[in-house]
């Protein structure tokens, strides 16, 4: 299968199962629910839930295990939307575009857009704790905890406090790679770790799938880095060029713009060669990483 094509498939499966699952916007709640709502159906590309059902699809084709799969995949949806929104308030990074479309906050005001985002997050977790029938107790248990760890405080939103107390400031590239590792690769390694546990990966494949999350991970920070310096606004769907207007320390920043692509090539290489050894059904992992290196947006 094509990856367009394998990517248009996924992303209406994981658009129809968070449609089922989120709450409606109706009753003395709707106003906060519509609020997340239109972050969450405002478009994306859905990368995080379709790695999270490939890497389960590596593994296994029993129907139950991938099903749990696309549940977290929604989930992680809910944690990488709740931390756009905040991304985006006026404490943060400031922006009114957001995939094209006003802000959540220039919408339903500050406080509104913050209410949002604490509610996909909460709501996420909601999600991942409902019983599970084709997977074990403990292993719910470790992807929660995978999940919890990947977007808290050495994560996501550790990551996103250094990004925002590091700018205008100048710091060595290590202290770049921690930001990079947890602001943005702790959820998407997080998503196929998790998919290959629901899944029901052995150690071997966890070990090679881990890896390819890691280099994927970094690979997709590298390239919206690049985008950044070399897009545009329309293209982008956000405001381009606001990492250097914002005194943020970037791969380009460092190495320049050609450095920067191969830095992501080789990102996408390596993760590539973690997947040796399996067989056609990651293929679409090995897809998915070119994807993210030559996406425009």
């Known amino acids: 299968m094509e990856i367009k094509e394998y990517l248009s498939d996924k992303k209406r499966l994981v658009e129809d199962k968070l449609d089922s699952l989120m709450l409606a916007a109706e009753g003395p709640f709707s106003g906060h629910i519509e609020a997340m709502r239109y972050s969450l159906f405002a478009g994306g590309k859905r990368v995080r839930p379709i790695l999270c059902l490939a890497s ?24 990488h939307t709740y931390s756009l929104i905040h991304d985006d308030l006026p404490a943060m990074d400031d922006d009114q575009l ?39 107790t403990t292993t719910q248990v470790k992807i929660i905890r995978l999940v919890a760890e990947a977007a808290g405080p050495l994560g996501m939103v550790g990551g996103q406090a250094l990004d925002i107390a590091g700018e205008n400031s100048s710091y060595p590239f290590e202290h770049l790679q921690t930001i990079h590792r947890s602001k943005t690769g702790a959820l998407i390694r997080c ?21 390819y999350g890691e280099a994927i991970g970094l690979a997709f920070q590298i390239v919206d880095d690049l985008l950044d310096a070399t897009s545009t606004t329309e293209v982008l769907g956000k405001s381009a060029g606001s990492d250097q207007i914002r005194g943020k320390a970037t791969y380009p920043a460092f190495f320049g713009i050609e450095k920067t692509r191969n830095l992501a090539r080789n990102a996408v290489e390596q993760a590539t060669q973690a997947l040796a050894g399996f067989d056609a059904p990651a293929a679409p992992l090995v897809q998915l990483a070119e994807y993210i290196y030559a996406r425009t947006y």
């Open 191 to 211: 998503a196929v770790q998790t998919g290959a546990l629901a899944g029901g990966a052995n150690s071997e494949q966890m070990q090679q799938l881990t890896s």
């Open 98 to 136: 957001r995939r094209g479309k006003p802000t959540n906050h220039m919408l339903h005001g500050e406080a509104g857009a913050i209410l949002a985002g604490d509610g996909l997050l909460t709501f996420a977790f909601e999600l991942l704790a409902r019983p599970a029938t084709a997977i074990s």
């Open 56 to 79: 389960a699809e590596a593994v296994t084709n029993d129907p139950a295990l991938r099903d749990e799969a696309l549940i977290i995949g929604c989930a992680l949806e809910c944690i």
